[in-house]
């Protein structure tokens, strides 16, 4: 916004009228009058703003001297304070401040909170890295570095797809003795997190596989996962009430594998609002 001409200053003001805008949930038609009111700037309905290929009306307000649709107003907030979804009116999202909606709520120093996040994330993705842990949060590495460097005293090293990582030494015992009661297999959707966790995702596909699951321009495919392995990817359509799923395994899987994965499908289906899967398994 600043790069496209808009003062600093007028920025700030927008966001902080749209920030007190959402201290209750609102649609974003709501949004766009009130903040065009609070902004003493008109409403202009535009085509797209809202996605990819959407070229619907939708529509657009003066932010610091600059019209952008109220779904891009949407991210700036986002970025400034945190947001979430309220509850859906009929077709429609609406938005909220976390603050205003979540009684627990509590503001954290950046410091205290980058602290809690690396710990966080090690809770749900170790061993990991600092690498891994700067791909995930999107930050630099010497950020990330940085921010693993307060918490070292409570990590331990630990050798892991044939490197050195780091796992919380509260966690270690827990993660050396963890084993599966009985196979374990889902179907996992696109950009499902367990597949975005670490740098070179090793842990979790064999390099002979990783393009077919981590695709160009950043796609993550729809993973079969075996015992906490990707093994295939998938795909799906409905016809009528029918869930047609499609499954491609890249070896033969375990003789177990096949019967999880169909109920796996099933219960797609139900979800789906489906009566009933088809499930194709092909040869690898």
């Not at 019209?67 to 945190?82: D, K, Q, T």
């Not at 695709?215 to 079969?224: D, F, I, T």
């Not at 359509?237 to 899987?253: D, H, N, Q, S, Y």
């Amino acid at each position: 916004m600043l790069s496209h001409g808009a003062s600093r200053e007028a920025l700030e003001d927008s966001l902080h009228a749209l920030l007190a805008l959402l201290s209750s949930p609102r649609t974003r038609a709501e949004l766009a009058e009130l903040l065009a009111g609070r902004l003493r700037v008109p409403v202009e309905l535009r085509r797209g703003g809202t996605g990819w290929g959407n070229r619907a009306n939708t529509p657009w307000v003066h932010v610091g001297g600059i019209p952008i649709p109220v779904a891009y107003a949407l991210h700036l907030a986002g970025a400034r304070g945190v947001v979430c979804l309220g509850p859906p009116r009929g077709a429609e999202a609406t938005y909220v401040r976390v603050d205003a909606w979540t009684d627990a709520w509590r503001d954290l120093p950046p410091r205290e909170s980058e602290t809690q996040l690396a710990r966080r994330y090690l809770r749900s993705f170790a061993p990991a890295t600092p690498h891994d842990f700067a791909t995930w949060t999107g930050m630099t590495v010497t950020d990330a570095r940085e921010i693993w460097g307060r918490i070292t005293p409570s990590l331990v090293r630990v050798a892991f797809a044939g490197r050195e990582a780091w796992s919380l030494r509260s966690d270690l015992a827990e993660l050396q003795s963890s084993t599966l009661d009985q196979p374990s297999v889902r179907l996992l959707p696109y950009f499902d997190s367990y597949l975005l966790g670490h740098r070179d995702h090793g842990n979790v596909v064999g390099p002979p596989h990783h393009a077919r699951v981590y695709r160009g321009q950043g796609w993550v495919s729809p993973a079969l996962l075996v015992n906490g392995t990707v093994a295939g990817v998938w795909d799906h359509v409905v016809r009528g009430r029918t869930l047609k799923i499609r499954i491609e395994p890249f070896t033969r899987p375990p003789p177990q594998a096949i019967p999880l994965a169909r109920e796996e499908a099933s219960s797609l289906a139900r979800f789906l609002g489906c009566t009933q899967a088809e499930t194709v398994v092909l040869r690898p």
